[in-house]
């Protein structure tokens, strides 16, 4: 949840960077990634743990969507990064 709201976060301020030009969109956009990497990361080793065990089919079906959408969130903050990248360059 802490990494979809700092995404939701990423794309506002890309928004505001892109159609209002403000000053402060690119380094909180930047900021924020570092922590979505951070946190994809961490997740991503807890889920490793987890799959290393005997797990029902149910729970096993589960914890691969899980990682699917901690992978979809972290590329959605990607775009947010190249969003205010671009905007940067124009």
Same mark, same amino acid.
């Given at each position: 949840?802490?990494?979809?709201?700092? =995404?939701?976060?990423?794309? %506002?301020?890309? $928004? +505001?960077?892109?159609?209002?030009? /403000?000053?402060?969109?690119? /380094? /909180?956009?930047? &900021?924020?990634?570092? =922590? !979505? #990497?951070?946190?994809? +990361? %961490?997740? #991503? &080793?807890? @889920?490793? $743990?987890?799959?290393?065990? /005997?797990?029902?089919?149910?729970?096993?079906? $589960?914890? *691969?969507?899980?990682? *699917?959408?901690?992978?979809? !969130?972290?590329? !959605?903050?990607? *775009?947010?990064?190249?969003?205010?990248?671009?905007?940067? @360059?124009?």
């Amino acid at each position: 949840m802490r990494m979809r709201q700092l =995404t939701v976060d990423m794309l %506002a301020a890309s $928004r +505001d960077l892109l159609l209002r030009n /403000s000053a402060a969109g690119p /380094s /909180s956009v930047f &900021e924020i990634e570092e =922590t !979505i #990497d951070a946190l994809q +990361d %961490a997740v #991503d &080793e807890y @889920l490793d $743990r987890i799959n290393g065990k /005997s797990l029902p089919p149910e729970a096993e079906r $589960r914890l *691969h969507a899980f990682r *699917h959408v901690v992978d979809d !969130i972290e590329r !959605i903050g990607d *775009h947010a990064v190249n969003i205010a990248g671009d905007v940067l @360059l124009i």
